[in-house]
């Protein structure tokens, strides 16, 4: 896509202001993916982040990783789409499962997307809706910003390695 491919046709599409950005999906890292985000040719990435699939943008200190996919598109000035933010609902029925009293006492759905939306590099978490309260709950996490933790703060309290 990049040499020799259509990429040239939909920048010449962008340059005649039939299209306004520019931008690829992929399910995670991969190689292909850092190296498309390299060409500096793309306005934007979607991508999957959730709390189970954190690769993309996972934290290592106070700070995300400058090599993770989020932080590689950050530093082109790319926007950041993320898909499955809901754990395509892997996340809540696990919980069902295993601790079934818990599961009711939290709204894991609204977790989930606050979760998400934490991620200083997330511009954009893409969710399904399948019913009014379901987009007035998603609205209300965005709106009231509840859910939302400090990432760096919360890596400063559980680190994944022990401090050197």
Same mark, same amino acid.
């Given at each position: 896509?990049?040499?020799?491919?259509?990429?040239?046709?939909?920048?010449?599409?962008?340059?005649?202001?039939?299209?306004?950005?520019?931008?690829?999906?992929?399910?995670?890292?991969?190689?292909?993916?850092?190296?498309?985000?390299?060409?500096?040719?793309?306005? =934007?990435?979607?991508?999957? #982040? &959730? /709390?189970?699939?954190?690769?993309?943008?996972?934290?290592?200190?106070?700070?995300? +990783?400058? *090599?993770?996919?989020?932080?590689?598109?950050?530093?082109?000035?790319?926007?950041?789409?993320?898909?499955?933010?809901?754990?395509?609902?892997?996340?809540?029925?696990?919980?069902?499962?295993?601790?079934?009293?818990?599961?009711?006492?939290?709204?894991?759905? =609204?977790?989930?997307?606050? #979760? &998400? /939306?934490?991620?200083?590099?997330?511009?954009?978490?893409?969710?399904?809706?399948? +019913?009014? *309260?379901?987009?007035?709950?998603?609205?209300?996490?965005?709106?009231?910003?509840?859910?939302?933790?400090?990432?760096?703060?919360?890596?400063?309290?559980?680190?994944?390695?022990?401090?050197?």
């Amino acid at each position: 896509i990049v040499e020799g491919g259509c990429l040239d046709a939909y920048e010449q599409l962008r340059a005649e202001g039939k299209v306004r950005y520019l931008g690829f999906t992929s399910e995670g890292p991969n190689g292909a993916v850092e190296k498309l985000i390299q060409t500096g040719r793309f306005d =934007a990435i979607m991508i999957c #982040f &959730n /709390l189970i699939y954190q690769s993309t943008g996972a934290y290592r200190s106070r700070e995300p +990783s400058p *090599a993770t996919t989020l932080s590689l598109a950050r530093g082109q000035q790319m926007g950041t789409v993320t898909m499955r933010t809901m754990t395509s609902d892997i996340f809540q029925r696990w919980i069902r499962q295993v601790a079934p009293d818990v599961a009711s006492q939290v709204d894991w759905s =609204a977790a989930l997307l606050g #979760f &998400n /939306l934490s991620h200083p590099q997330v511009d954009v978490a893409v969710v399904g809706m399948r +019913s009014e *309260a379901e987009v007035d709950r998603n609205a209300d996490v965005v709106d009231r910003g509840l859910h939302r933790v400090d990432m760096a703060a919360l890596h400063d309290e559980f680190p994944t390695r022990p401090p050197v």
